[in-house]
């Protein structure tokens, strides 16, 4: 089983949607920690080929979360959380 780490940004956007997205996420990182690699996922290409984005729906809008997987250290980092639009421009300004 994973250990499962937020990012700050990360926190940020559950504290804002609320409690039923908390749940939400709380469900889905359940997932995770058992398998990193569920089927609603994939492996990011090119310069982001080291995270893995999991898609979900919440409230009738897709969301995305941005995740690394560390295997040695049974650790995932929660790098973004956030709605489809504009997501992975998002994501590589802030890995940048």
């Known amino acids: 089983m994973y250990k499962i780490y937020l ?3 990360a926190v940020k956007v559950i504290k804002r949607r609320g409690e039923k997205f908390k749940k939400k996420i709380n469900n889905i990182l359940q997932l995770v920690t058992k398998n990193p690699n569920p089927a609603q996922s994939e492996r990011l290409s090119g310069e982001l080929s080291f ?3 999991l898609h979900f729906n ?5 969301f995305r979360l941005a995740y690394v ?3 040695k250290a049974k650790r995932i ?3 973004l ?3 489809r639009e504009n997501f992975y421009s998002i994501l590589r300004q802030k890995l940048v």
């Open 51 to 53: 995270i893995h984005s």
């Open 77 to 79: 980092t929660i790098v």
């Open 69 to 71: 997987v560390d295997e």
């Open 58 to 62: 919440f409230a009738g809008t897709m």
């Open 81 to 83: 959380i956030g709605p």
């Open 7 to 9: 990012g700050k940004q």
